[in-house]
């Protein structure tokens, strides 16, 4: 089929979405839409508010795996009139930059496009191609919600321009609910429209039996498991010892290799790696970080167990509590703080006191690398 004929059929296929929008009553002009994706905090002095205001980005709450999420939604666009589309591709480059040093994902709601905001082919195909390796490699899951007929005559007339590669990153959902075996779902920000539109289709598919459920009951860990288990139980595991063999380990291998190493903790690392020495660990394995070649690995390594940590360091009981130190008066603060920090469970105290001074050198260590480097 000519690329001509992919275009007229992909304009087809998207009046179809609209008319069966419009079936389900919740065809809504783009120009409607109520102005509450708008962020309330937003400066008109933003460099990008003629676009931001719209509320097409959103940048809130994290997946399973701790990378930022950035949504896209479809209703918010105004008439293609309105928007300068050009506009949006810098204003979506922008809000990436924020965030492309680290892993990101992308959750795109393509409920409300229409024939009157859709942006054109040629304009898609530009943006994909303007897109560079920084960003496509840091993009580790593109999640689409409700795809349609249309979003599949796209693929298709996309398909040669889209690496192999970054096509495995794509995954459909049919329903909102999908997305919480993979996000904080509470952390997202869905448009109004979108929760509607998925209830109605719910409801028109409410008479099929409900899928069989993708999770399995939750199991009871090994007893040489590193993450996702509490500091109790790696303490109990290892003989009253304070300090979790991983968190040990990574630390010992940062301070002997990685001190000077500018962007640590900041740059990503392979998350299939990361999952390899998560399951090595996790099976009482040894792990040598030298066989990785990467000092990223033992960083993301250690940020991913404190992370999959059931209690943070600082404890759901010491949270208001930290919270309330801004009412106390200035020079009585730092005597409120060693009080939150006395108070806490010996186990969790001892990590933070160890975490803290391996992150007090490593600024030290840094500061006189940069100093020596700015002398020489």
């Given at each position: 089929?000519?690329?001509?004929?992919?275009?007229?059929?992909?304009?087809?296929?998207l009046?179809?979405?609209?008319?069966?929008?419009a079936?389900?009553?919740?065809?809504?002009?783009?120009?409607?839409?109520?102005?509450?994706?708008?962020?309330?905090?937003?400066?008109?002095?933003?460099?990008?508010?003629?676009?931001?205001?719209?509320?097409?980005?959103?940048?809130?709450?994290?997946?399973?795996?701790g990378?930022?999420?950035?949504?896209?939604?479809?209703?918010?666009?105004?008439?293609?009139?309105?928007?300068?589309?050009?506009?949006?591709?810098?204003?979506?480059?922008?809000?990436?930059?924020?965030?492309?040093?680290?892993?990101?994902?992308?959750?795109?709601?393509?409920?409300?496009?229409?024939?009157?905001?859709?942006?054109?082919?040629?304009?898609?195909?530009?943006?994909?191609?303007?897109?560079?390796?920084?960003?496509?490699k840091?993009?580790?899951?593109?999640?689409?919600?409700?795809?349609?007929?249309?979003?599949?005559?796209?693929?298709?007339?996309?398909?040669?321009?889209i690496?192999?590669?970054?096509?495995?990153?794509?995954?459909?959902?049919?329903?909102?609910?999908?997305?919480?075996?993979?996000?904080?779902?509470?952390?997202?920000?869905?448009?109004?429209e979108?929760?509607?539109?998925?209830?109605?289709?719910?409801?028109?598919?409410?008479?099929?039996?409900?899928?069989?459920?993708?999770?399995?009951?939750?199991?009871?860990?090994?007893?040489?498991?590193?993450?996702?288990?509490?500091?109790?139980?790696?303490?109990?595991?290892?003989?009253?010892?304070?300090?979790?063999?991983?968190?040990?380990?990574?630390?010992?291998?940062?301070?002997?290799?990685?001190?000077?190493?500018?962007?640590?903790?900041?740059?990503?690392?392979?998350?299939?790696?990361?999952?390899?020495?998560?399951?090595?660990?996790?099976?009482?394995?040894?792990?040598?970080?030298?066989?990785?070649?990467?000092?990223?690995?033992?960083?993301?390594?250690?940020?991913?167990?404190?992370?999959e940590?059931?209690?943070?360091?600082?404890?759901?009981?010491?949270?208001?509590?930290?919270?309330?130190?801004?009412?106390?008066?200035?020079?009585?603060?730092?005597?409120?703080?060693?009080?939150?920090?006395?108070?806490?469970?010996?186990?969790?105290?001892?990590?933070?006191?160890?975490?803290?001074?391996?992150?007090?050198?490593?600024?030290?260590s840094?500061r006189?690398?940069?100093?020596?480097?700015?002398?020489?």
């Amino acid at each position: 089929m000519s690329r001509l004929a992919l275009e007229e059929l992909a304009d087809i296929e998207l009046q179809r979405d609209e008319e069966a929008a419009a079936a389900l009553g919740t065809a809504r002009r783009p120009s409607e839409a109520p102005a509450a994706g708008q962020d309330p905090t937003l400066s008109t002095n933003h460099p990008f508010y003629d676009v931001a205001r719209h509320g097409i980005l959103q940048v809130a709450g994290e997946d399973r795996l701790g990378r930022r999420v950035v949504t896209f939604s479809c209703c918010r666009m105004p008439p293609s009139h309105e928007l300068n589309h050009r506009r949006l591709l810098e204003y979506l480059k922008y809000t990436l930059d924020q965030y492309v040093e680290s892993d990101y994902t992308v959750v795109y709601f393509h409920y409300g496009l229409s024939s009157r905001n859709k942006p054109s082919l040629g304009w898609l195909q530009s943006a994909y191609k303007e897109f560079d390796r920084k960003y496509k490699k840091s993009l580790k899951a593109l999640y689409v919600v409700h795809p349609t007929n249309f979003l599949k005559v796209l693929r298709t007339l996309f398909k040669p321009l889209i690496s192999h590669k970054f096509g495995k990153k794509v995954t459909y959902f049919n329903y909102l609910s999908e997305l919480r075996e993979h996000l904080k779902y509470d952390q997202l920000i869905v448009p109004p429209e979108v929760l509607r539109y998925d209830e109605e289709l719910r409801q028109l598919h409410r008479g099929r039996p409900p899928p069989p459920a993708r999770t399995p009951p939750p199991r009871p860990p090994l007893p040489t498991q590193q993450f996702g288990v509490s500091l109790q139980y790696l303490k109990d595991k290892n003989q009253g010892e304070l300090i979790p063999p991983v968190l040990r380990a990574t630390v010992t291998h940062l301070r002997q290799k990685g001190l000077r190493t500018e962007g640590l903790f900041r740059r990503s690392a392979s998350v299939q790696t990361v999952r390899e020495v998560q399951r090595l660990y996790n099976q009482g394995k040894p792990v040598d970080f030298d066989d990785y070649g990467d000092i990223h690995i033992p960083a993301a390594i250690l940020k991913t167990f404190l992370r999959e940590l059931p209690q943070p360091l600082l404890t759901f009981e010491a949270y208001e509590q930290i919270l309330g130190i801004t009412s106390v008066e200035s020079s009585l603060r730092v005597t409120r703080c060693r009080q939150i920090l006395q108070s806490l469970p010996e186990h969790n105290y001892a990590v933070l006191s160890y975490l803290i001074g391996f992150l007090h050198e490593l600024k030290k260590s840094y500061r006189t690398g940069s100093s020596h480097g700015q002398h020489q």
